[in-house]
């Protein structure tokens, strides 16, 4: 059996879950809201790579991974790397989300809202975590789960999704 090609060879260590599908569907463009309340879609978020992690306050490994997704956006540029951390609560908790994430983050990761929670079925996961890379508008990767985002396994699926076509 040949070894996996691409950004599929990263699926070991805290990367284990990671899927790279075939059909590279494009990023959604439904309306989310930012921090503010404002009305924004992931296509307008900016960086060379964009990463849009799907999690809720009551999703246990969402929050326990939330740290290491803070981490990871400390280490890069956010003009190369853009996390973009949506959250699924209900309007209602949207003050307790936006606490928990500049709590967990550390303040690294900006608050973004859907709480129709429609984005779920746009890009077809069956549930949260899920963590999605865009690069070029499209999908490149995505791993379901929580993960070890601080972990040197992530660092070099994002240092290689930087360099790929």
Not at 4 to 19: D, K, Y
Not at 103 to 109: N, R
């Amino acid at each position: 059996v040949a070894p996996p090609e691409g950004l599929a060879r990263f699926a070991t260590g805290a990367m284990h879950s990671l899927v790279v599908r075939a059909d590279a569907p494009p990023m959604p463009t439904r309306l989310i809201h930012d921090g503010a309340g404002d009305s924004t879609t992931l296509t307008a978020m900016k960086g060379d790579l964009v990463i849009v992690n799907l999690w809720a306050t009551w999703c246990a490994p969402c929050m326990e991974e939330m740290p290491t997704l803070g981490a990871l956006q400390r280490r890069y540029d956010p003009a190369r790397v853009h996390i973009v951390a949506v959250n699924l609560d209900d309007d209602g908790d949207r003050d307790k989300a936006k606490q928990e994430l500049t709590k967990l983050s550390q303040g690294a990761l900006a608050l973004y809202t859907d709480s129709s929670r429609g984005v779920l079925f746009d890009i077809d996961t069956d549930g949260m975590p899920v963590t999605i890379f865009y690069k070029n508008g499209r999908e490149i990767a995505r791993l379901a789960g929580g993960a070890d985002w601080a972990s040197p396994e992530a660092s070099a699926l994002v240092d290689a999704a930087l360099q790929a076509p």
